[in-house]
């Protein structure tokens, strides 16, 4: 409890004092006599309950835990006041979502045992939000990893644009990056209902006929579908179902996406997609940028302003290790394609290799065989 603080707020310093003699034994107390003042202090973080009176002059109880509740969801709120009014209690509960409403005055034991409640309602929200980041993060694990052996290609492309994603992103301010970065990551989720030679003829700018064509364009559909089926991946699920649609096509309101953000955070995978084609198709930087601002109406032009000032990022790795498959360990990056003896590509070139994809390669080895020595990055 020594880094978990408790903050008062209250206009009478004399009452602050008084808690502060009752706790000190019992609870870290920071004390606040105005809503104003409470709010520097709570930046200092660290805070798990917020124990504010009603009546206070300047900013009252209830705008004061209201901006509470919208900067820190987390923490625990509680009114502590003299004022015992059924209508200004059941206000300050409903618009502050208030954890007790306490009148004064309030006996020691009452308020120890009011805080000891609400400490532990502290922790079963946290402990709630930590058990669904990490089912999040182990959810789409997961799915890349099943698409890293489903579709090689697909997945190495979602890797390679992620960092691009993420700083233009970051540049536009858009939040929670977290969203846009797994949108990046997962975006080709829908293509592992494509047969690999037409997402290697997409690859090369290879003409495709009209049912292939048709089934490029469903890859967004498919993918958005699946992903609506996770909680929390709703808005990821909305950025994937648009990734395809033109710039000028969203403006003219035929995009249907529940918020501008997200329509936004579409057409920046969009351009990413479109920018990693043109440089595994042999362009540098600047000419890719250039084919891109050449296309009228499909890329938003704050978007292609933003990737212009991104440098061309130099190799992460120089030099290639020639190994045998016993010789690979989990965290490897292949350095060109490792395929299977009758040609299957099972890792494209700069794919992380993970466990799963190990695992793979050996039943290819089992069964098939496949090609050696395995070329990768030497860090």
């Known amino acids: 409890m020594k880094s978990e603080k408790i903050l008062f707020v209250d206009d009478e310093q004399y009452v602050l004092d008084g808690i502060v003699r009752q706790l000190r034994k019992t609870y870290p107390v920071v004390t606040a006599t105005s809503g104003r003042e409470a709010l520097e202090k709570l930046k200092d973080g660290g805070f798990i309950v917020v124990v504010s009176d009603l009546r206070m002059p300047g900013m009252d109880g209830i705008a004061f835990l209201k901006e509470v509740r919208r900067q820190y969801p987390e923490i625990t709120r509680i009114i502590l006041s003299g004022d015992a009014d059924l209508t200004t209690a059941i206000e300050a509960v409903n618009s502050g979502q208030v954890f007790r409403f306490l009148t004064k005055p309030c006996s020691s034991n009452g308020l120890v045992t009011t805080l000891a409640l609400a400490v532990r309602q502290y922790q079963l929200i946290i402990s709630e939000k930590e058990l669904l980041n ?33 700083e233009i992103a970051s540049k536009m301010g ?21 047969p690999e030679d037409i997402l290697n003829n997409v690859s090369r700018a290879e003409p495709l006929d009209e049912s292939e064509a048709k089934m490029y364009e469903d890859h967004p559909r498919i993918g958005a579908h699946l992903l609506r089926k996770i909680p929390r991946l709703e808005g990821v699920a909305e950025i994937i179902g648009n990734q395809l649609l033109p710039y000028e096509h969203a403006e003219n309101g035929a995009s249907k996406a529940e918020s501008s953000k997200n329509a936004i955070a579409a057409q920046i995978i969009r351009t990413a997609l479109d920018y990693d084609l043109l440089t595994g198709q042999g362009n540098n930087h600047e000419q890719a940028l250039s084919k891109l601002y050449g296309t009228q109406g499909i890329y938003n032009p704050d978007i292609l302003a933003h990737l212009q000032e991104l440098k061309a990022r130099p190799p992460h790795h120089h030099d290639t290790v020639d190994l045998l498959f016993d010789e690979l360990v989990p965290g490897m990056i292949a350095a060109e394609d490792i395929l299977a003896r009758n040609g299957s590509r099972i890792i494209e070139k700069d794919q992380e290799i993970t466990w799963p994809a190990l695992q793979g390669l050996h039943n290819f080895i089992e069964h098939i065989g496949v090609k050696e020595p395995i070329k990768v990055w030497n860090h």
């Open 134 to 166: 990490d089912t999040l993060k182990g959810s789409i694990s997961m799915l890349s990893e099943l698409l890293s052996l489903a579709n090689p290609r697909a997945f190495s492309r979602g890797r390679r644009i992620r960092p691009i994603v993420s």
């Open 174 to 194: 858009l939040k929670p990056l977290w969203q846009f970065e797994v949108a990046a990551l997962v975006c080709q989720i829908g293509c592992i209902t494509i």
